[in-house]
């Protein structure tokens, strides 16, 4: 059935878990969130990003939300917007179905600037209003992902803001945090503490240390009973890289958030693990796999079908490990 995010985190919460959050593009990356689901018994959070919506078209996503409810009637699913950049896009989510939105303050509509503290609230805050009148969640965010290492921001990703940030704008202030709350009444925050989006977050082994958990366990301490976030969760897992480069690819030398760095954040409130760059590696590298295996290989089908286990196995994985394993 199809649920808020606020009523997964209220479980999450009490039992102090946290529910990865897949991106999800088309059905071969829906049909292995909801297996892995089913099978460990999981709730389920899948989330489109504005250029999901435009590569899959809302008419074919709202219907493909409607399949995976329908294939799997007995598993809660939040379908939620990932990063919505204005009231508009968190407006037409939910005409088309969404449950949750993220109306993501912490930058200007174009992605351009980094807005103040009182423009991410007023816009946020608007969201807020219209979606709890029709029983829809919502997530701010508040801070600025971009690499504590080099202080850039995220564009050359595609995401965020193209310029040096200070390390004080990389890291989440807790007093803004628990204000931000406040003024806004989001259901779950988005913090920064060290994490970016994609392949690249860090250029070292993380070694225990690569999140800002003490700045996690303070915003955490002010206020304990809001689910927070984590973007740019994704471990970049070394054998899915290993795979790509094995067939042809060239990811190179990175280092993704360990998933033990992901469960202490668990025991300081993260109850939403962002998850997109490992399914899109898992994917890319099985397709790799078959197609260079087999160079005279055209039915779609037979590399689709390897693509989907490989997700599967990745989904299957973070239900286990951040603990949203028998509580679908
Ligand atoms: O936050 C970004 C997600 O990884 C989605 O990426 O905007 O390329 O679909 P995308
Ligand atoms: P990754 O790029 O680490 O998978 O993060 C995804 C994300 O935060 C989507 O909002
Ligand atoms: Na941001
Ligand atoms: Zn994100």
Wanted: aromatic residues 4%.
């Amino acid at each position: 059935a199809l649920i808020s995010l606020k009523q997964l985190m209220d479980d999450a919460s009490e039992h102090g878990y946290a529910i990865p959050a897949f991106n999800v593009n088309n059905m071969e990356q829906m049909l292995p969130i909801m297996g892995a689901a089913d099978a460990t018994d999981s709730p389920v959070i899948m989330q489109a990003s504005r250029g999901a919506r435009a590569f899959a078209n809302d008419i074919v996503l709202s219907h493909l939300i409607k399949a995976a409810i329908a294939l799997y009637p007995h598993v809660p699913v939040c379908m939620h917007q990932d990063h919505g950049n204005s009231p508009a896009t968190c407006m037409s989510a939910i005409a088309n179905g969404f449950s949750s939105v993220m109306m993501d303050g912490s930058l200007s509509e174009d992605g351009a600037t980094p807005t103040t503290f009182e423009e991410n609230v007023a816009v946020t805050a608007k969201v807020v209003e219209m979606a709890h009148l029709v029983g829809v969640s919502v997530e701010g965010e508040i801070g600025h992902l971009g690499s504590l290492e080099t202080g850039r921001g995220e564009a050359e990703d595609g995401h965020g803001f193209d310029g040096v940030l200070s390390k004080d704008m990389l890291l989440t202030d807790p007093n803004e945090a628990a204000r931000f709350v406040e003024l806004t009444k989001v259901d779950a925050l988005a913090v920064a503490i060290g994490t970016s989006h994609g392949a690249y977050k860090f250029t070292r082994k993380p070694d225990g240390d690569i999140l800002a958990i003490d700045r996690l366990k303070e915003i955490h301490d002010l206020i304990p009973d809001v689910p927070l976030v984590m973007h740019g969760a994704s471990s970049v897992p070394e054998e899915l890289q290993d795979i790509i480069n094995a067939h042809g690819g060239d990811i190179k030398p990175t280092w993704g958030v360990p998933v033990e760095e992901i469960q202490q954040g668990i025991k300081f409130g993260v109850r939403k693990v962002n998850v997109d760059t490992d399914l899109r590696m898992a994917m890319t590298g099985a397709i790799r796999q078959v197609l260079t295996a087999n160079p005279a290989e055209f039915d779609p089908r037979k590399y689709l079908a390897p693509s989907i286990a490989a997700m599967r196995s990745v989904c299957e994985h973070r239900y286990e490990s951040f603990g949203a394993a028998g509580r679908g």
